[in-house]
């Protein structure tokens, strides 16, 4: 490979692990910070006991307040802390795909062959995921043909671990389009997250 196109691909795999790094994180603290208000995160009390719960612009005395919201504590207990964390997990999905098709666009520029021969077992799994999200009412129907990432009820029901698996697999199917000279040593979504981990003092 020409060494400008071995530039060209290293940076847009580098842009494109940088978004699924960020975008990861963004999952996780969301996730973990849903946890944290549903236990107990409203001056002490669960979601559930809080009488009434308001999101607004303006205090109470305020006439020309904007409320953005209003629900009762128990609705949101039920509706969101518990079924949100799904939601962005499904939606983290549909996101990669999307992403995926514009990068193996790039990839097939940079590599001068058609668009369809740039293909991934990952991706194609990610794909049947995403149909089954979208099309299927969240059925497991397409995602049974599925070659790595094996999913076995009836419903895709998306789980942390198997947004873990993913990236994973990401990870090690983008280094292996690097010429050897090129490829990441450490799997590592973050291009600067092994430095902060390496110089981190890992003491309580």
């Known amino acids: 490979m020409h060494s400008n196109k071995s530039e060209e691909l290293k940076f847009l795999i580098k842009k494109f692990l940088e978004k699924l790094s960020n975008d990861y994180a963004f999952l996780f603290f969301s996730q973990h910070g849903l946890e944290i208000l549903s236990k107990g995160g409203m001056g002490g009390k669960k979601f559930s006991e809080v ?23 128990k609705i949101i207990h039920e509706n969101i802390c518990k079924d949100y964390p799904r939601r962005m997990m499904n939606h983290f ?10 990068t193996r666009s790039s990839l097939s520029e940079i590599f001068e062959k058609n668009r369809n021969e740039i ?28 070659k790595l990432w094996k999913i076995h009820s ?3 029901d ?41 110089s981190w003092n890992h003491k309580l």
């Not at 904007?66 to 504590?73: N, P, Q, T, V």
């Not at 999905?93 to 514009?102: G, N, P």
């Not at 990236?167 to 280094?175: A, P, R, V």
Request: hydrophobic share 35%; aromatic share 8%.
């Open 51 to 73: 009488p009434t719960f308001t999101l607004g612009e303006g205090g109470p005395e305020d006439p020309n307040a904007i409320i953005l919201y209003h629900e009762i504590g």
């Open 93 to 102: 999905i549909i996101d990669l795909y999307e992403s995926w098709e514009k």
């Open 119 to 146: 293909k991934s077992d990952i991706f194609g799994d990610v794909r049947n995921a995403r149909n089954d999200l979208l099309h299927k009412s969240c059925k497991a129907i397409e995602v049974k043909k599925n």
């Open 154 to 156: 009836e419903v895709v």
């Open 158 to 198: 998306v789980k942390m671990d198997d947004i873990k698996f993913i990236l994973s697999e990401t990870f090690d199917y983008l280094n292996s389009l690097l010429p050897a000279e090129a490829q990441l040593k450490d799997r590592s979504l973050s291009i600067h997250g092994k430095e902060i981990h390496r």
